[in-house]
C-alpha cells in the first residue's frame, strides 16, 4: 500500500547572496513575483497536491517567514472596517490552519541534505514533499501534483527533471537513467555537479521531490560531499536499487528565480498572463525589445 503524501519541507535558511543588497535585512523567499513571494507560490502548488503539513527549514533573520503566514489581525482590522474586500481577499492564500506549520532552524549552513535532516522529527515515517522555492514552475498543473501522480503510480521516490546543456552539468545533480518512456524515467543513478565529461546523461534534478523516508537514514550519516556539504543527492543515491526510484519530465516551464536574470524573467512571464496587468505589461515591453 502507497501512503498517501501530505508533508512538505521548504529549505529556506540561505543567505540569498546573489541577491544583495536587497536580501541584507529580508530573505530571500519574500522577494516577490508580482505580488507573491516566492515562498507563497510554493506553499500554493504543494496544497494544491493535496499536502496540508508544512515545515520551514529557516536560519538567523528569517522569522518574517514565519510570520507572513500568521494572522495580522491589525492589518486585516483596519482592511474591514475600510471596507477593502479585495485586499482582504488577497491576503487568505497567507493563511496556514494551525499547528500546520513549524519551523526548524539549520544553525550551520551544511548543506541541502543537512538542511533536510533538521526535519526528522517533523517527517517521522512517512513520505515527503521538497520544495525549493527558488524554482518556480509556471504550468496548467502543479509540478508537485504531477509528481504525486507518478508516486501514487510507482511508490518509491520520485523527482522532477528537465534537460541542461551538457556543459551545464557541473551545476546540477545529474541522473543515470534505465528505462525511458520518454516522460517517466527508471534512476538508476545521480551524481552531485558531475564534469561535463564524466555526467552520465543531461537529465537535471531540479527543485522538486518526493522521497521515502528511509532517506533519513543516510543522511544521519552527515557525510560530506560535493563542497564539503552533505549532499541530498549521496543520500538518494543509496536508496537506488532498495526500492523504485523514477525521475519525471514534468509539464511546465521552470523559472530559476535564484538567479537574477531568471527572476526576472519570471516577472515578465507570469504578469503577462494576468488580466488585469498583461496588456499594460506587453505594451511597455514594446519599448524596450528593441533596445
Partial sequence: MIKPLKKAVLPVAGLGTRFLPATKAMPKEMLPVVDRPLIQYAIDEARKAGI??????????KDSLIDYFDVAFELETTLKERGKTAQLEALKPTGIEAGSLVAVRQQEPLGLGHAIWCARSFIGDDPFAILL??????SEQGCISQLVEAYNQTGGNVVAVTEVPREQTNRYGILDVGKDDGKLVEVTGLVEKPDPKD??????????????????????KLERGAGGEVQLT????????????HGLRYEGERFDC????GFLEAQIAFSIDRADLGPAVREFLKKYANA
Fill in 52 to 61: 496540508e503539513e508544512f515545515c520551514l527549514i529557516t536560519g538567523r533573520g
Fill in 133 to 138: 522555492p527558488d524554482d518556480i514552475v509556471k
Fill in 199 to 220: 555526467a552520465p546523461s543531461n537529465l537535471s534534478v531540479i527543485g522538486r521531490y518526493i522521497l521515502r523516508p528511509e532517506v533519513m537514514t543516510h543522511l544521519a
Fill in 234 to 245: 549521496d543520500a538518494m543515491a543509496k536508496l537506488i536499487g532498495h526500492m523504485p526510484f
Fill in 258 to 261: 535564484g538567479d537574477k536574470v
